[in-house]
């Protein structure tokens, strides 16, 4: 089976930090009710809502968006197909969960070391506050 070149080429979504339903929507290609429909079938699709009731997607809801469209009407999964393999899969991409696995490997070592001087601070600011009392 030959891939269009619409197919390669990767989906380019906004440096944003909500988008909207109708955003979501053109983004995808697919219309709003498909998406509120989306919603009561994956339960990792989950948008927060604004105070006015809006549905607000964050950038991994709309990669997910984007990932279930892919299954349902490129790789012809059902809906019960998607769902059981998003979630053999896991909840986040992987290139998140490595990104998360190494921040925190990060953390750590952060925390890990003593920082040199850390104790000499630490007795300065002490003594700065007992002054400003």
Known sequence: MQETAT???????????YFRIGEVSRLAGIKTYVLRFWETEFPSLGPKKSGTGHRLYRRKDVELVLEIKH????????????????????KMPDTAAAETKKGRR?????FEEPVPGLAQIRRELTEILDLLR
Do not use: V
């Open 71 to 90: 299954l349902l009407y490129e790789r012809r999964y059902t809906i019960e197909g998607a769902r059981k393999f998003l979630e053999s899969r896991g």
């Open 106 to 110: 990060k953390q750590r070592e952060l």
């Open 7 to 17: 197919q390669l080429e990767p989906q380019q979504i906004p440096d944003k930090l």
